[in-house]
């Protein structure tokens, strides 16, 4: 058993548990995007980041991928913890603005100005699906492709996976990209909108093929014409 | 045909590289040399044959900006555009590589003959603007080169001038079974005798001549052989096939061996395209020599030594 101190409060966990979930179990909330039960912890979106150490080594971690030590002192709120996290959430929103995850957690987090150049990505690079379909779908269709700017998730050269099931698992876990169901011009875009996908679609016969990563929603397809 | 060719290469050099740390870079690397660019074939032959998911593949191929999924053409331009060469204009260089071959940077010209690129650094920022055209570096270019740099490359600059160049120079070779010389009078190539073999390969058989020059890779021969062939090579005389004990130590091809004038063995490798060759001088060239007591222009290194010139 590991002694740690999290925001003054001591507890005893397992080795091999991380802050995050030593956090959690004492109560104390920590945001997560990337973090999913059941899939590997991945450290992708920092906005789980906590404060560790003492005097002049206090750092900040990805609490997901840190594993617990003994004798140590985390902090979950402190007030570089906030403004990191502001900024974290406040960068997410200025490449996301549309996904109703990231509009709730600015509004919890009283994030209200957006100061940098606005983009309407529809995926954060959380890497959840890519996680969801090697681990729990052992598939491994989809990754990470390119590098920096270049970066983005998909099946290479862009066709339809030989792997993919199309079990539509990469699509339940991303904490973003619900948009693809409703809308294909971001600016008027209302979130939770994929809430009806299998009402429109369902009857249809394609939609045995259409449960797959690349291809846009077909709900919208439909509904459109 | 061609694509089942492809594949059994590409699994050569999968298997080469199966049991090293980072092994898949390095078949990367290997096949983007084969074929100047990575073909999708060959990722998914790597994948299947390492047992990886084609997406890991992918992702590597992606990630690192040497690798290119789109065919090159036969010569590569980089240029440099790291904050060094970039203070030095670095950009404009780009620019007018861009205007001479009509082409943006990540293209290749319709003719598939050059392709430009611009990369982040090629580590020599104190000499930059730096150009790198297929392995050759060229630093503090100007403007006015770049025309003259692209003439080089496509007179090609790996073909070395056996005139001047001085690390070219004549031997004279025998058949190690039956110590006929090889060289062939008749036949001139870079103004000396010719080295004359015999080859076969895939059922095909005739001459095959060499330069008899060191460090020219200049050859005629009776039949069009294929890049990548590995061929069986005999003396024209004694017909006794040519074949050493040891491997080429690029392609693991059988090595050729045939012996030089005055003691020694050279040894070329017998795949096409592959200009591997090893020279050993068992002894000093000098060592057969009636005259080598008395002799002042003994030369106890390699080489061919034509000491009746000088005397």
């Not at chain 1, 925001?7 to 030593?22: H, Y």
């Not at chain 2, 076969?200 to 001549?209: E, I, N, Q, V």
Request: neutral net charge.
């Amino acid at each position: 058993m590991i002694t740690l101190k999290i925001n003054g409060l001591e507890t005893n966990v397992e080795k091999g548990t991380t802050l995050l979930e030593a956090a959690r179990f004492l109560g104390f909330p920590v945001p997560t995007l990337c973090h999913m039960d059941g899939l590997h912890p991945f450290g992708a979106c920092r906005l789980c980041l906590v404060e560790i150490g003492e005097g002049p080594r206090i750092k900040l971690v990805s609490s997901c991928t840190y594993p617990a030590e003994e004798g140590l002192h985390v902090r979950t709120a402190s007030r570089r913890v906030m403004r990191a996290r502001k900024m974290i959430i406040e960068l997410l929103l200025a490449s996301s603005p549309q996904s109703k995850t990231i509009q709730d957690l600015a509004s919890a987090f009283d994030v209200k100005q957006q100061r940098f150049r606005q983009e309407f990505e529809d995926c954060i690079l959380c890497g959840r699906c890519v996680h969801m379909c090697e681990e729990q779908m052992m598939a491994k269709a989809i990754g990470f492709r390119g590098r920096g700017e270049n970066r983005s998730i998909g099946t290479p050269f862009d066709v339809q996976s030989e792997e993919c099931r199309l079990c539509g698992g990469c699509m339940y876990v991303c904490p973003v990209c619900m948009l693809r169901c409703t809308y294909t011009e971001p600016e008027k875009a209302i979130c939770g909108g994929c809430a009806n996908l299998s009402v429109p679609c369902i009857e249809k016969e394609q939609f045995d093929d259409v449960m797959c990563y690349m291809e846009p929603c077909v709900a919208c397809e439909i509904t459109k014409d | 045909m061609k694509e089942s060719r492809l594949s059994s290469a590409t699994e050569e050099i999968v298997q080469k590289h199966e049991n090293e740390l980072g092994g898949v870079i390095a078949m990367l690397e290997e096949i983007q040399l084969q074929h100047s660019y990575l073909p999708e074939s060959a990722l998914k032959t790597v994948a299947s044959e390492t047992g990886r998911s084609l997406v890991e593949i992918y992702g590597v191929a992606t990630f690192y900006k040497y690798f290119s999924l789109k065919p090159r053409g036969e010569h590569l331009v980089s240029v440099c555009l790291g904050t060094a060469c970039h203070v030095r204009q670095g950009a404009l260089i780009a620019k007018e590589f861009e205007d001479q071959l009509g082409i943006r940077a990540g293209e290749t010209t319709p003719d598939k003959k050059f392709s430009l690129e611009t990369v982040n650094c090629l580590g020599a920022c104190a000499r930059g603007p730096i150009v790198l055209v297929d392995g050759h570096y060229f630093s503090n270019v100007k403007k006015t080169q770049v025309s003259q740099i692209l003439k080089k490359a496509r007179e090609g600059l790996d073909a070395i001038d056996v005139t001047t160049d001085q690390r070219v120079f004549p031997v004279k070779l025998r058949c190690p079974h039956c110590n006929h010389s090889l060289l062939d009078p008749n036949y001139l190539i870079d103004n000396h005798p010719a080295v004359r073999l015999t080859i076969s390969f895939a059922s095909k058989h005739g001459w095959l001549r060499l330069s008899s020059l060191y460090g020219s890779n200049n050859i005629k021969s009776e039949y069009e052989i294929p890049m990548n062939t590995i061929a069986d090579f005999f003396c024209p005389h004694c017909h006794a096939e040519l074949v050493g004990s040891s491997a080429c130590p690029v392609c693991n091809a059988p090595m050729v061996p045939m012996t030089i004038y005055g003691g020694g063995l050279i040894q070329i490798c017998s795949r096409r395209g592959c200009k591997s060759h090893t020279m050993d001088l068992v002894n000093s060239i000098c060592i057969n020599c009636d005259n080598r007591h008395t002799c002042k222009l003994m030369k106890p290194e390699g080489g061919v030594w034509f000491c009746e010139e000088y005397i």
